[in-house]
């Protein structure tokens, strides 16, 4: 065990005292710890982070919102309610309407392909579960 530990900022924390020395060189407590560094020790590592479904969960919300935020994705449900109800009396919708029709499906399809994503992530918990790969491509 060492007299410092990592953190997953610029940070470090004295294990005796539980401080959390900040980057600013200027502080007197970063100042012994670069001089112990510098006298060849060497703090523990970062803990690592455990990947939780709830923080796999948030991902995946981040995610739709910064493509659909609600007010969108209510728009668009709303704007299917009135597709429906024009195909219903009408008995179809026009080229235009079928266009918009395709366009909010395919929004929702890129959703449920997100939680999709999501709930194989939740099965295995990787430490990169942040990484764009294990992601659909956002909509454009």
Not at 72 to 90: F, S, W, Y
Not at 99 to 106: D, F, L, N
Request: glycine share 4%; proline share 6%; charged share 25%.
């Amino acid at each position: 065990m060492s007299d410092y530990k990592l953190t997953s900022s610029d940070d470090v924390i004295e294990i005796g005292t539980g401080r959390v020395i900040p980057s600013d060189m200027r502080n007197r407590h970063r100042i012994k710890f670069d001089a112990w560094i510098a006298a060849g020790n060497t703090p523990d590592p970062v803990d690592p982070v455990i990947v939780t479904t709830d923080m796999v969960k948030a991902e995946a919300r981040r995610r739709i919102l910064d493509n659909f935020p609600e007010w969108k994705q209510a728009n668009m449900t709303a704007r299917m309610v009135e597709l429906n109800k024009i195909r219903a009396d009408a008995g179809s919708w026009t080229a235009n309407e079928q266009t918009e029709v395709a366009a909010i499906q395919s929004a929702w399809d890129w959703v449920k392909s997100v939680r999709a994503a999501s709930d194989g992530l939740e099965l295995s918990l990787p430490a990169d579960y942040l990484d764009d790969g294990h992601w659909p491509a956002p909509v454009v």
